[in-house]
T-cell receptor, first 111, second 114 residues
Framework: EADIYQTPRYLVIGTGKKITLECSQTMGHDKMYWYQQDPGMELHLIHYSYGVNSTEKGDLSSESTVSRIRTEHFPLTLESARPSHTSQYLC??????????FGPGTRLTVT | GNSVTQMEGPVTLSEEAFLTINCTYTATGYPSLFWYVQYPGEGLQLLLKATKADDKGSNKGFEATYRKETTSFHLEKGSVQVSDSAVYFCALTKWAQAGTALIFGKGTTLSVSS
């Protein structure tokens, strides 16, 4: 069974606040990913990492940043949240080039 | 570049009806193909996959066959249940630099009523 965790599950925060979305996996996977899911359910890759100290931007430009200091941890940070950042954020990990395992997601609302 | 097109939803069916969700793709090379399912309030789960032409992926009564000649990977189930109500995503591998990510279709919402 996949073990990938995201916290918080829901977050409502005011404009201008700094936030960090946590993502952890216990499977020892090298590859990790962040997706943004819009209200129409479409998924967009915003960040990925192939290992410790490796991070890359995805297809959709995002003002968020990520870090990968430990294999199991891949947090996403927004320095100054805005209403346009309101979305669902999904974290995933994979071992090889096939199956990605997804966390339950964080639903972020910026007021 | 690689892309996925899935039929738009919502798809509304009665229990025990036959389900088809169409998915076609554009890709260079030979991508692997996937169907993921997202139940309400949850993340995505892999439903089935196929890694080469003519492969058939199957799981929980769902099936899809990798058709290179028609660049398709349509999802089918012979008899849907209320518990199958979810959003279904077709996806393919995108080779990028030293690794890979997935490219997803826009998702198709399935609603099954009893």
């Amino acid at each position: 069974e996949a073990d990938i965790y995201q916290t918080p599950r829901y977050l409502v925060i005011g404009t201008g606040k700094k936030i960090t979305l946590e993502c952890s996996q216990t499977m020892g996977h090298d590859k990790m990913y962040w997706y943004q899911q819009d209200p129409g359910m479409e998924l967009h890759l915003i960040h990925y990492s192939y290992g410790v100290n490796s991070t890359e931007k995805g297809d959709l430009s995002s003002e968020s940043t990520v870090s990968r200091i430990r294999t199991e941890h891949f947090p996403l940070t927004l320095e100054s949240a805005r209403p346009s950042h309101t979305s669902q954020y999904l974290c995933a990990s994979s071992e090889g080039v096939l199956e990605q395992y997804f966390g339950p997601g964080t639903r972020l609302t910026v007021t | 570049g690689n892309s996925v097109t899935q039929m738009e939803g919502p798809v509304t069916l009665s229990e025990e009806a036959f389900l088809t969700i169409n998915c076609t793709y554009t890709a260079t090379g030979y991508p692997s193909l996937f169907w993921y399912v997202q139940y309400p309030g949850e993340g995505l789960q892999l439903l089935l996959k196929a890694t080469k032409a003519d492969d058939k992926g199957s799981n929980k009564g769902f099936e899809a066959t990798y058709r290179k000649e028609t660049t398709s990977f349509h999802l089918e189930k012979g008899s849907v249940q209320v518990s199958d109500s979810a959003v279904y995503f077709c996806a393919l591998t995108k080779w990028a630099q030293a690794g890979t990510a997935l490219i997803f279709g826009k998702g198709t919402t399935l609603s099954v009523s009893s």
